[in-house]
Structure formats: structure tokens, C-alpha cells
T-cell receptor, first 119, second 115 residues
Framework: NAGVTQTPKFQVLKTGQSMTLQCAQD?????MSWYRQDPGMGLRLIHYSVGAGITDQGEVPNGYNVSRSTTEDFPLRLLSAAPSQTSVYFC??????????????????FGPGTRLTVL | AQSVAQPEDQVNVAEGNPLTVKCTYSVSGNPYLFWYVQYPNRGLQFLLK??????LVKGSYGFEAEFNKSQTSFHLKKPSALVSDSALYFCAVGGFSGGYNKLIFGAGTRLAVHP
């Protein structure tokens, strides 16, 4: 299994540009989520999904859109990038929400991250 | 509001000494608590969790954590630190009222283990 993959690893955007951060997992996980990591603030949840066709907002959803058309993919869209969106973005997945599973399937797997700079 | 606090930005420990990384939380309901570790330029890795049951939870790499409901704390501990334990550690809480599918992370504590 490749686990959780994210592309691109690095991206530089100009203010107002749009882009999509890709996230995919090959573990047949129901739950997927996007976080942003900023210095001194830990990880903050942007959006999450508990299954294909179902998404919901996290702590900091403004400026971001998501969709979940398949179990495997959970792209994050920035419609009009702003400097405040400069951050490291992590995608994560787990068999079920909040690692409540048993028998060794109970962990949340994180992707390697995408470092985004908005000028 | 739900929150997680990691009061120390950095913890310095000599190799071989015990280490403690502190975490306190403020959430409604009966929370689920987690510790994750992040090595440089990597994603987070799961260390351990508390859902219910025994207050002392053992996890990966010799780490353990003690859940203390009265003090609303979930401190991470290891009896003998290794230089390779140097990393960024995050405490997280989930399962709280109104946020069943969400995790709230603390700001992180950088652990530096010196030879």
C-alpha cells in the first residue's frame, strides 16, 4: 500500500490564483480530512469527510472547498488564494472517524504534506 | 470552547533521563485523547490514544501517557529518553460534544534530547 499520498510537495501561488491540492489513499478508509499547520498553532482542521459524497466543515473552512466523489480521493481547492493561506497542508485518513476502530485498524494516517506559499 | 493546551514550547532532556511532555484539555463530554509525533519534514505519526479503561496507556517506541480526569490532563512520558526521540509532539482531543468527527490539536511541544 502507498498509504496517504499528497501532490504537489511544494507550490508557490500568486494572490488570487486557484489550485487544487490532491490527496489519495489506498487503504479503503472511510474518513479523510485536511489540516493546515502553522507555527505555534498546531494543526487545525479545515474540512473532513466520513465517506464518499459526505463532507463537513472543520475549524477553519473559509477559503477552501472539498468534495469526495470516490472513497480514495479527497481534493482540497483554493478558489482565490490569499497570503493568509500560506501554510503546510496535511491530508489524513482513518478506517473510521476518530480512530475508534479496533483490531489494529485504529490509527489515523497522515500524508507527507504540501508546503504552500501565497505571494 | 473546546481546547487543548501544551504549556511548554520546548522540553530539553538528557539522554537516559525520564521525559514528560504535558497536555491539558478543556472539552465537554468524555473525550478521546491522542498523542502524535512529527519528525522533520514528515507527516504526523500516531503514538497512542486513550478512549476508555485503564488510565495508563502504552504506545509506540516505549512511550506511555496517563489520563487524569480530575486534572483534565494527558501527559506523555518515557522512562529513558533517546536522542532519536527528538521531534515535535502533538496532543489531540476528539469525541467531545458537538464535535464527534473532529480532532483538536495542541500547538505542539518540541522535545530535544541531548547526548
Amino acid at each position: 500500500n502507498a498509504g496517504v499520498t499528497q501532490t504537489p510537495k511544494f507550490q508557490v501561488l500568486k494572490t488570487g490564483q486557484s489550485m487544487t491540492l490532491q490527496c489519495a489513499q489506498d487503504m479503503n478508509h472511510e474518513y479523510m480530512s485536511w489540516y493546515r499547520q502553522d507555527p505555534g498553532m498546531g494543526l487545525r482542521l479545515i474540512h473532513y469527510s466520513v465517506g464518499a459524497g459526505i463532507t463537513d466543515q472543520g475549524e477553519v473552512p473559509n477559503g477552501y472547498n472539498v468534495s469526495r466523489s470516490t472513497t480514495e480521493d479527497f481534493p482540497l481547492r483554493l478558489l482565490s488564494a490569499a497570503p493568509s493561506q500560506t501554510s503546510v497542508y496535511f491530508c489524513a485518513s482513518s478506517y473510521r472517524a476518530l480512530d475508534l476502530g479496533t483490531s489494529g485498524r485504529d490509527t489515523q494516517y497522515f500524508g507527507p504534506g504540501t508546503r504552500l506559499t501565497v505571494l | 470552547a473546546q481546547s487543548v493546551a501544551q504549556p511548554e514550547d520546548q522540553v530539553n532532556v538528557a539522554e537516559g533521563n525520564p521525559l514528560t511532555v504535558k497536555c491539558t484539555y478543556s472539552v465537554s463530554g468524555n473525550p478521546y485523547l491522542f498523542w502524535y509525533v512529527q519528525y522533520p519534514n514528515r507527516g504526523l505519526q500516531f503514538l497512542l490514544k486513550y478512549i476508555t479503561g485503564d488510565n495508563l496507556v502504552k504506545g509506540s517506541y516505549g512511550f506511555e501517557a496517563e489520563f487524569n480526569k480530575s486534572q483534565t490532563s494527558f501527559h506523555l512520558k518515557k522512562p529513558s529518553a533517546l536522542v532519536s526521540d527528538s521531534a515535535l509532539y502533538f496532543c489531540a482531543v476528539g469525541g467531545f460534544s458537538g464535535g464527534y468527527n473532529k480532532l483538536i490539536f495542541g500547538a505542539g511541544t518540541r522535545l530535544a534530547v541531548h547526548p
